[in-house]
Nanobody, 122 residues
Framework: QVQLVESGGGDVQAGGSLRLSCTASGRTFSYAAMAWFRQAPGKERAFVAA????????YYADSVKGRFTISRDNGKNTVYLQMNSLKPEDTAVYYC???????????????WGQGTQVTVSS
């Protein structure tokens, strides 16, 4: 069993930056692909970024390419999402997810965190 706990969310002005962290419990973290999804009010959960278990392969939604960076530190059981040049449309609850392979669809992931709120004001 793997438990995921997100942190680092908050309020920021447009153009600012935040770094989200997701720390996993369980010894299988190093072999799991990890991803970030987000859900804005009234919208479906959407893919943001994913990273392979080794950290060498990453995927991004078009809306965040060039602004967000996903990375992981397997020694710390942690995956990060560095978010730069934030826009009001990035406002959402951000969820960390873990699964067998890095994919862009939510049903590919078995484990989910509780989410952390990110609010970007204009």
């Amino acid at each position: 069993q793997v438990q995921l706990v997100e942190s680092g969310g908050g309020d920021v002005q447009a153009g600012g930056s935040l770094r989200l962290s997701c720390t996993a419990s369980g010894r299988t973290f190093s072999y799991a692909a990890m991803a970030w999804f987000r859900q804005a009010p009234g919208k479906e959960r959407a893919f943001v970024a994913a990273v392979s278990w080794s950290g060498t392969t990453t995927y991004y939604a078009d809306s965040v390419k060039g602004r967000f960076t996903i990375s992981r530190d397997n020694g710390k059981n942690t995956v990060y999402l560095q978010m730069n040049s934030l826009k009001p449309e990035d406002t959402a609850v951000y969820y960390c997810a873990g699964g067998a392979a890095a994919r862009t669809i939510s049903n590919a992931y078995t484990y989910w965190g509780q989410g952390t709120q990110v609010t970007v004001s204009s």
